[in-house]
């Protein structure tokens, strides 16, 4: 018998603990008593800033050598049926449906959290699926992560800074052994710029798994015509993405490391890296309409990379900004890294549990107005200034909102 999909998406609503637990105890309880194990070629993917563009590169390359590639990754626009994918085409409810409905009991006993369960049923999935394979994208840390339940033939560190210090630890070092749980030994680990304190702790738990660490490469020759990047990375040579962002391209190349990685395994040509690289697109990342900017950087090393990315790209054209972020986001840092280039900043929010209300801004008030309406105060800045460029940003999902609305 069939399940209604309702009562799927209600059993998750409540069961969303994000912020609020992030350890394994319960997801280890479930696996133990259910003998559940996941054998599938598997990519894990995670950071401070990055996975999400890197995810979707790699989706790309291999889609585009003619690999069956399943796919995992949220914070996701629309449904969170997107989440989770095979070719490029979002699970279905009945497939959603299927899986849940199997360990619905189990999952409400272990009390496991709705990112728990989402990751059990995209693993489920592609266990079933069989892909050639899958690329994930991590969620907060690594060792403690429920996307951590499976050996990878990768993995990936795209970058550490201070986040989530409530959950992955209060300095670098301690967030980058956080995230090395998913090193496993002799696995290839591919890592983007990482600060000393945050490499040293990397380098040491590679030495002890004996595992290769395969720094990527600089970017070289960035150029901006029109919202396409052209790039090196060796060993090619004009590249082309369509996110105008040199941050993208850097991502672009922690995926090309990671294809280099597994040629043995899993070969590429150029061409199938350039098609994949060209084709592209997420959502909220550096994505331009117009004269208006989504981009969903949420933390100050992510907010540092779209203002270096609009130095290039706006060519000292003015920028306003409209920014709503969660409550436990260090706006304190951010602001001064937005106010260096944008001639305006207004503040606001969105229908969300953890997003910023107007209170949550008081000690900002005095120097950036708050807004209630973003959609008002948009349609009033653009009035007032046609030819300037107005970007939304402080979290992807403000900016996923936003995008929701614009488009109707």
Known sequence: MSIDFKIVEGFLK???????????????????????????????VTGSNGKGLTTAFLEAIYRAAGYRVGSF?????????????????PIGESSFAGFFKKYQRDFARFQLSSFEIEVLVAYMY??????????????????TDATNIADPLCSVITSVSLEHTSFLGRTLGEIALSKSGIMRPLVPLVIGKIPDEAFDVLHDRARALNCPILPADEVHNASIEGTTLTFDYTPYHDLKIGIPAEYAARDAGIAIEVTKALS??????????????????????????????????????????????????????????????????????????????????AFTTFPHPRARVEDDYFLYTMDHPFVEDYLSYYKQLRAEHPEDYIMFTGSLAFVYKVLEELDG
């Open 14 to 44: 409540e069961a969303d603990l994000t912020m609020v637990r992030y350890d394994k105890d319960h997801l280890n309880s479930f696996l133990e008593a259910t003998g559940l194990k996941f054998d599938f070629p598997l990519v894990l």
């Open 73 to 89: 990754r949220k914070p996701v626009p629309g449904s969170f049926l997107n989440m989770i994918k095979l070719d490029g085409k």
């Open 126 to 143: 592609f266990n079933a699926e069989h892909p050639d394979i899958a690329i994930v994208e991590c969620g907060m840390g690594g060792e």
């Open 264 to 345: 043995d395994c899993f070969g590429v040509t150029e061409e199938t890296v350039r098609k994949g690289l060209a084709s592209t697109v997420l959502a909220g990342r550096f994505e331009v309409r117009g004269l208006d900017i989504f981009d969903g950087a949420h933390n100050p090393e992510a907010i540092g990379r779209t203002m270096e990315a609009y130095e290039a790209f706006g060519k000292g054209k003015p920028l306003h900004v409209i920014f709503a972020s969660f409550t436990d986001k260090n706006i304190a840092a951010i602001l001064p890294i937005i106010e260096k280039d944008a001639v305006s900043l």
